[in-house]
């Protein structure tokens, strides 16, 4: 039962660029959250957005939501070689969260 | 800080093994989950229990069962291991659902199980 998809499947960009994902999703949801996972590890929470939010910042992530477009994006501001990471979007369908299939990012020295 | 511990990171059985998983959180959460990871697949949800000695089937159920005798521990068994067993598995324990719906999900960093 696939909600979020992710968008691109894979980005490469130089460090100190931006970084962005996005997400779209096709039923109504309570808030949105977005993960990331380093390689061999379990994912992290990063940030959640609320149905009724449409922007939230959190350090160098901002998170935009478009409830009317079921889409939201994640993007990463001066990127690190530290982001080098999977990213997944979580959709709250109301009775759990389901996840998407993620965007493998790479930061290029 | 939070933290779900997997007993083992990396896992190699034989087919019809029965294969113990443990999963223990440290803070005090309600909601315990086990999925499974495949390349292409994403996470998929197995069980989830909201309750001790309460369980819940996911999307992907089948040759598995759980065991939540303990709060803090969330156990996944593979009743007899087969060869398309072998995948990622990870654990995560959450609050209970807010106003904002379900709360954030934390995870452990998971078991790589082979099975031959």
């Known amino acids: 039962s696939q909600q979020g998809e992710e968008d691109p499947q894979a980005l490469s960009i130089q460090e100190g660029e931006n970084a962005t994902m996005n997400c779209s999703y096709k039923t109504s949801i309570n808030n949105l959250q977005w993960y990331r996972q380093n390689s061999g590890r379990g994912l992290v929470h990063l940030i959640l957005i609320r149905s009724n939010e449409r922007e939230k910042h959190s350090g160098r992530l901002r998170v935009t939501l478009d409830t009317s477009k079921k889409s939201s994006s994640l993007l990463i501001t001066a990127s690190r070689a530290a982001d080098t990471a999977s990213y997944f979007c979580?959709?709250?369908?109301?009775?759990?969260?389901?996840f998407g299939k993620g965007t493998r990012l790479h930061i290029l020295p | 800080d939070v933290k779900v511990t997997q007993s083992s990171r990396y896992l190699v059985k034989r087919t019809g093994e029965k294969v113990f998983l443990e999963c223990v959180q440290d803070?005090?959460?309600?909601?315990m989950f086990w999925y499974r990871q495949d390349p292409g697949l994403g996470l998929r949800l197995i069980y989830f229990s909201y309750d001790v000695k309460m369980k819940e089937k996911g999307d992907i159920p089948e040759g598995y069962s759980v065991s939540r005798e303990k709060k803090e521990r969330f156990s996944l068994i593979l009743e007899s291991a087969s060869t398309n067993q072998t995948s990622m598995y990870l654990c995560a324990s959450s609050s209970p659902q807010q106003g904002s719906g379900n709360q954030p999900q934390h995870f452990g960093d998971g078991t790589r199980l082979s099975i031959l």
């Open positions: 803070m005090d959460h309600e909601n």
């Open positions: 979580a959709t709250d369908a109301w009775d759990k969260i389901i």
